[in-house]
């Protein structure tokens, strides 16, 4: 008996290991993949904008997306929140929340995937509130770092976020941290993510009283109808298809 005992705790074991060899492997492959595609990126020269010399066509795609944007049209943008992880392209399909679910840049399966912007958002022109997503990973990649700001003092030392799209540059400010779930198809309540543009200035009120209202603390921050805003949206395990976003205006 206790060699029986012995034999399936050594099995377990050994798929246990198995499995973690195979994650760490996966995640050092995804971290390769992920410095390859920021060796793509240009440096700017000069002060030009863009891949037009003059710089003066806001179509033209900005010079230092350029080559990734070559590699794959679908690259939208990119995110960065400075002394985190996070930064990285941001992908975007009209109509498609799927592909780079578990697709890395190189559209390659990645647990991760990596960060897209909601297919029901419009890029051109720009939806007043373009919505990211990105996983939650365990070794602090993808928008995994977003859980710090449930601290107002991360947030006090983490207020700007860079979001460039391929056409502008970006800078964007926090002014909301929420938590919230993923409702089912039939349940009523205030979805943030479904919430892309506003028809009007009430309507637009009434999205920011919902955000007020789950809020984690106060930011200082006010918005008014016409500012543009970013959220960053990934998930939250505290409850059942648990959520978290943090909100952000565009600024500069």
Same mark, same amino acid.
């Not at 990596?114 to 912007?117: A, G, H, L, N, S």
């Not at 391929?166 to 941290?177: I, R």
């Not at 779930?181 to 089912?184: I, N, P």
């Not at 543009?228 to 949206?233: D, F, G, Q, V």
């Given at each position: 008996?206790?060699?029986?005992?012995? %034999?399936?705790?050594?099995?377990?074991?050994?798929?246990?290991?198995? =499995?973690l060899?195979? =994650?760490f492997?996966?995640?050092?492959?995804?971290? !390769?993949?992920?410095?390859?595609?920021?060796?793509l990126?240009? !440096?700017?020269?000069?002060?030009? $904008?863009?891949?037009?010399?003059?710089? /003066?066509d806001n179509?033209e795609?900005?010079?230092?997306?350029?080559?990734?944007?070559?590699?794959?049209?679908d690259?939208?943008?990119?995110?960065?929140?400075?002394?985190?992880?996070?930064?990285?392209?941001? &992908?975007?399909?009209?109509e498609?929340?799927?592909?780079?679910?578990? /697709?890395?840049?190189?559209?390659?399966?990645?647990?991760?995937g990596?960060?897209?912007?909601d297919?029901?958002? /419009? &890029?051109?022109?720009?939806?007043?509130?373009?919505?990211?997503?990105?996983?939650?990973?365990?070794d602090?990649?993808? @928008?995994?770092?977003?859980?710090? =700001?449930?601290?107002?003092?991360? @947030?006090?030392?983490?207020?700007? %976020?860079?979001?460039?799209?391929?056409?502008?540059?970006?800078?964007?400010?926090?002014?909301?941290?929420?938590?919230s779930?993923?409702?089912?198809e039939?349940?009523?309540?205030?979805?943030?993510?479904?919430?892309? $543009?506003?028809?009007?200035e009430? !309507?637009? +009120?009434?999205? &920011?009283? +919902?955000?007020?209202?789950?809020?984690?603390?106060?930011t200082?921050?006010?918005?008014?109808?016409?500012?543009?805003?970013?959220?960053?949206?990934?998930? !939250?395990y505290s409850?059942?298809?648990?959520?978290?976003?943090?909100?952000?205006?565009? %600024?500069?």
């Open positions: 008996m206790q060699i029986f005992i012995f %034999i399936i705790a050594l099995i377990c074991f050994l798929g246990s290991a198995g =499995y060899g195979k =994650y492997w996966e995640r050092h492959v995804s971290a !390769e993949n992920m410095n390859d595609i920021k060796s990126l240009v !440096e700017e020269t000069g002060n030009s $904008d863009t891949n037009d010399e003059t710089g /003066s179509s795609v900005l010079q230092r997306y350029a080559r990734l944007h070559e590699e794959n049209p690259l939208a943008g990119w995110i960065q929140i400075p002394d985190t992880t996070i930064d990285y392209p941001v &992908m975007y399909i009209k498609d929340n799927d592909t780079y679910l578990h /697709s890395n840049f190189n559209r390659e399966y990645d647990a991760a990596v960060p897209f912007i297919g029901y958002c /419009s &890029m051109d022109p720009l939806s007043e509130n373009l919505v990211i997503y990105g996983h939650h990973m365990n602090n990649s993808m @928008f995994q770092p977003l859980m710090n =700001y449930k601290e107002k003092d991360f @947030f006090e030392s983490h207020k700007t %976020i860079y979001f460039d799209t391929l056409h502008e540059k970006g800078t964007y400010t926090v002014v909301a941290v929420i938590l779930r993923a409702l089912a039939e349940e009523d309540g205030f979805r943030y993510y479904s919430h892309f $543009d506003f028809a009007d009430a !309507e637009f +009120n009434d999205y &920011m009283n +919902n955000i007020r209202q789950m809020t984690l603390y106060d200082g921050e006010t918005v008014v109808y016409g500012d543009r805003l970013i959220t960053l949206s990934t998930c !939250e409850q059942e298809d648990g959520r978290m976003a943090v909100i952000a205006k565009k %600024i500069d």
